[in-house]
C-alpha cells in the first residue's frame, strides 16, 4: 500500500518516485520503453480531473452551493464531460481498459482548441488489450493513481512540472532511444534561455520542441508573466512528443501556448502571410546530424530558407541554422542553438554556408562544451548565439568560449550545474579575451583562417617555457643512453635463463 502523501510534505521528488511507482504495476506485460505511452496521459486525464474538481468548489462557495453554477462552461478552463471524470472510471469494475478510452477521447472532443489529440496521439498505448493488461491490473493502477490528488492546490505547477520532468528523463533512460532528441539537460537549457534573455511580451519559438523544456524554461525565466500569453511557440515532429510538450506545458502552469505537430524542415507550421513567422527569440536542441531530412526540396524552398545554401541530405545541421535564422525578427531577433561541433570547421557546402554566416554579422558568441554532457550521446557539442541586434561594440566581433574544461564530472557522465553555466553567462557578459579559455576575435582573423570557427585556432594558450636545442639534445641522447643499457641487461638475462645462445 503506497503512503499517502500530505501537501505540507510535498515534493517534486516525492511526486516522481509516486509516479514512477505506477510503472511497476504495468511491468511484466507492458515493456519499459512503453511505459510513458501508458503512464503520461493516465497522469494527465488525473491531473485535468483534480482541476476541474478545484474549480468547482471555488464555484460552488461562490454561489453558495449552487451546483447548476458550479457546472457551467465559464467557471472552468477546460470542459469535462459527464461520465468522462477520473471518479467515473474509477467506479467501474469490468472494462476498464474502455472505460479509459472513452473518458480521454470525450475530453479531447470536448475541448478542440486546446486538448485536441493530447490522449490519442499516444498510438501504441493498447488501453482495451486484455491480454496486455488485465481488468485487475488497470484497477490497480487506477487505484496508485487515485492516492494522490495532482490539482494546482495541492501540488504547484512548478512542483508538478519538475517531477514530470523526472519521470520524462527516467524513461528516456529506460527506453535509450533517441534520448538525446527527448530530453536536453536542464542546465544547458537554462544557459541558452540566458543568452537570449527573453522579455515578458515578447514571443518564444522552439522548432524541434521535444518534450517542451527549452519553451518552460523561458516562460519561468519571464516570471510567468502574463505577458507571455499567447507568446509560445513550438513544432515538434513527433505525434507522441508533441502531446508531452502540451501536456508539459500544461503542467508548468502555462497559458495560451501553442504546440503544434509537424516536420518543421520539410513544412514550417507557423507562417504569416506565406512569409515565415518571425519571432524575438528561436532556441532549440534540433535533432543532430539528421539524415533524409529533406534536402531536394529545401533547395527550391519556397519559404527562402537555403539563403546561405542547402546542405547535403546526409546532415541537416546547418538546414536548421537557416531556418531558425529566417524565424527571428529582423530587428530584435535572437536564436540560440545546441548543434554538433562539426558546424564550426567541416568544408564543402557547409565551409560556404559558415562564410555567409560569418558575413552577416548576426553570430556573437559560439561556445563549445564537454563531450558527453548531452544525454546518451558521446558527440561534442557546441552553443550558437545570433543576434540582429548586436551592440555596438560587438558588431564585427564573435566571442568564443572554450567550455570543455567547464563542468562537473560524474561517474556515468559529464554534467552542467548552476555555477558552470554562470561561470559561462559571466564570460560573454564580460566578452574581452581571457587565456586559455575566451577569444574575442574579429571578422578579418577569420576571413584570414579561411573561415574556421574552430575555437582552438584562436585561443591564446598559456606560454610553455621554452627548451633550448642544446638541452633537447642532450635528454636525447641520455634517453638513448638507457635504451642501450636496458637492452644490454636484457640480452644478458636471456642468455642466463638459456632462451638463446650467441
Partial sequence: MAEVYTTEETTSQKLYSHLFEACNILRGPINQDEYKSYVTPLLFFKRLSDVYDEETEVALEES???EEYASFPEN??????????????REQSENVGMAIVNAMYGIERANPDTLNGVF????DANWTDKSKLSDERLKDLIEHMSKIKVGNNNYSSDVMGDSYEFLIKKFADLSKKNAGEFYTPRAIVKLLVMLMAPKAGESVYDPAAGTGGMLIEAIRYMKNDKLTYGKIYGQEKNLATSAIARMNLFLHGAKDFKVTQGDTLRSPNFLDGGELQKFDCVIANPPFSLKNWGAEQFASDIYGRNMWGSPTDSNGDFAWLQHMVKSMNTSSGRCAVVLPQGVLFRSGKEGDIRRQLVESD??????????GVFYSTGVSACILFLNNNKEHNHKGRICMIDASNIYTPQRAQNIMTEDNIREIYRLYTEYEDVVDTVKVVTLEDIREKDYTLAINNYIEKQGEETISPEEVRRQYFEALEEVVEAEEKMRKLLLEGGYFHE
Avoid at 472552468?76 to 472510471?89: A, K, L, M, Q, T
Fill in 64 to 66: 453558495d452551493g449552487d
Fill in 362 to 371: 548576426k553570430l556573437e558568441c559560439i561556445i563549445t562544451l564537454v563531450s
Fill in 120 to 123: 490519442s496521439s499516444f498510438d
Fill in 76 to 89: 472552468h478552463r477546460f470542459i469535462i464531460p459527464e461520465g468522462c471524470h477520473w471518479s467515473d472510471v
